[in-house]
């Protein structure tokens, strides 16, 4: 990977760019860069390596968003428990509204299981 310097020349670049400008993939990948650690609400899913034209970008995307806006899930809303490896947000009427009552905390199995049920879940809703 290439280091990058921050000259006089980028500075310049990026504040034309927050200023309205066209900013290039280059430096939209760059920028994000210098701001990693930091929140980023403006960035919203932007970190994901699906964000550029990726057939699932509607659905990650979606799920980024209340990902960014509401905090990452630590447990789940169905079994209850808290020690699971991975936490995930779950739309319940799958009309991904960004409302936070229109999504629950669920572990990865619940999940499943609760998409499975209540919504007949196919993955090829997930393509499109
Ligand atoms: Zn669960």
Redesign the pocket.
Known sequence: MKKYKMTEEHKKKIGLANKGKIITEEHKRKISKTLTGKPQPWNEGKNHFNWKGNKNLGYQSKHNRIRLKYGEPNY?E????TD?KKYEWSNKDHKYSLKKEDWQR??S??HKKYDIEYNNTRVNQYDK
């Open positions: 789940c169905i079994c209850g428990k699971k669920l572990c199995s619940c």
